[in-house]
């Protein structure tokens, strides 16, 4: 059912998605929903979701959890955004960590939030509802900074995290798994945003 939802969903509409807080338990139950959004935008094999799904389960007992979805008015998903305080032990937090040299690693790994995933389907971007995710989100986490890895090319995932302010901590990063050189970005919080990308 979720799938079919999904898929009508994807044609053009002129409704305007809600944003809304979810609990862990909430995305929990949706996270197969979002994973789909997840291979759509990522433009990754239908099974890189199902992978991901678990992975994504075992975030929401990561400590400082916090989600936004944007929603249809049927409650159709059409994108999504969460993450957790980024701590040593973690696979994303250690990786980046001997990436980055050890002052960037000391001012910007400490009291930082790591935003996992950000994701609209394609058909809705464009239209400022990853800024919008975004933007609600950090406007209710504690922590100092923001941290995120995005593919390192001239998106439009890349030009919103501009525009608020995020700055490279590392540029060209291969995680593994991936064949595609990712940016590692950092941002103070709260967000400052300049003009839309």
């Known amino acids: 059912m979720g799938h079919d939802r999904l898929v009508q969903s994807t044609d053009p509409v002129t409704a305007v998605?809600?944003?809304?807080?979810?609990?862990?338990?909430?995305?929990?139950?949706?996270?197969?929903?979002?994973?789909?959004?997840?291979?759509?935008?990522?433009?990754?094999?239908?099974?890189?979701?199902?992978?991901?799904?678990v992975t994504a389960r075992r975030h929401?007992?990561?400590?400082?959890?916090?989600?936004?979805?944007?929603?249809?008015?049927?409650?159709?998903?059409?994108?999504?955004?969460?993450?957790?305080?980024?701590?040593?032990?973690?696979?994303?937090?250690?990786?980046?960590?001997?990436a980055l040299t050890p002052d960037l690693a000391r001012a910007w790994l400490r009291d930082a939030f790591e935003l996992s995933e950000l994701h609209v389907l394609p058909t809705f971007q464009g239209r400022g509802l990853g800024r919008r995710l975004l933007t609600?989100?950090?406007?209710?986490?504690?922590?100092?900074?923001?941290?995120?890895?995005?593919?390192?090319?001239d998106t439009?995932?890349?030009?919103?995290?501009?525009?608020?302010?995020?700055?490279d901590l590392r540029r060209h990063y291969l995680f593994p798994g991936d064949s595609r050189p990712f940016a590692v970005l950092g941002a103070r919080l709260p967000l400052r945003p300049s003009a839309p990308a």
């Open 17 to 53: 998605p809600r944003v809304e807080a979810w609990s862990p338990q909430q995305f929990a139950a949706r996270v197969d929903e979002a994973m789909q959004i997840y291979v759509e935008a990522m433009g990754y094999a239908p099974y890189a979701g199902t992978q991901r799904a």
């Open 60 to 98: 929401t007992a990561n400590e400082a959890f916090a989600c936004r979805a944007a929603l249809m008015p049927d409650d159709t998903l059409v994108g999504f955004g969460y993450g957790y305080t980024t701590l040593p032990g973690q696979w994303w937090h250690d990786l980046v960590r001997k």
């Open 136 to 153: 609600e989100l950090s406007a209710r986490i504690p922590h100092a900074a923001m941290l995120l890895s995005t593919p390192d090319a």
């Open 156 to 167: 439009r995932a890349f030009r919103m995290y501009r525009s608020l302010g995020f700055v």
